[in-house]
């Protein structure tokens, strides 16, 4: 059974941080294999944060450059995406996906 389990949300002020993780479990990870965060403001739809194929082939939507940071560790079959100086504006539900697969999400809040 596939299994992406995000955690590490959380409550923080702005100008804080969080790493988020996924854990992927049930199906082939490897290097070539894409993998993607999106995120799911209250209200709106669902965006594409970010995404990795092998070690540096990166993507990230404007408004989080120079600011998130996606990596892999696939020898722990794990993605993560570092976030920094965040912003009220990155409050959102933050959700892993795989091709086809998808975790339930993590909550991210950010207010002071």
């Known amino acids: 059974q596939v299994q992406l389990v995000e955690s590490g ?5 702005p ?14 990870f490897t ?3 894409m993998v993607k965060w999106h995120r799911q403001a209250p209200g709106k739809q669902r ?13 990230y939507i404007e408004s989080v450059k120079g ?14 995406l570092q976030m920094n ?11 892993c996906n795989i091709g086809d697969d998808w975790g339930k999400g993590t909550l ?3 207010s002071s």
Do not use: H, M, N, W
């Open 9 to 13: 949300g959380g409550q923080v002020r």
């Open 15 to 28: 100008g804080g941080s969080l790493r988020l993780a996924c854990a992927v479990s049930g199906r082939i």
């Open 31 to 33: 290097f070539a294999t």
């Open 47 to 59: 965006e594409l944060v970010a995404r990795l194929i092998g070690e540096s082939g990166t993507y």
């Open 67 to 80: 600011r998130f940071t996606i990596s892999r560790d696939d020898a722990e079959k794990t993605v993560y």
């Open 85 to 95: 100086s965040l912003k009220p504006e990155d409050t959102a539900v933050y959700y």
């Open 108 to 110: 991210v809040t950010v």
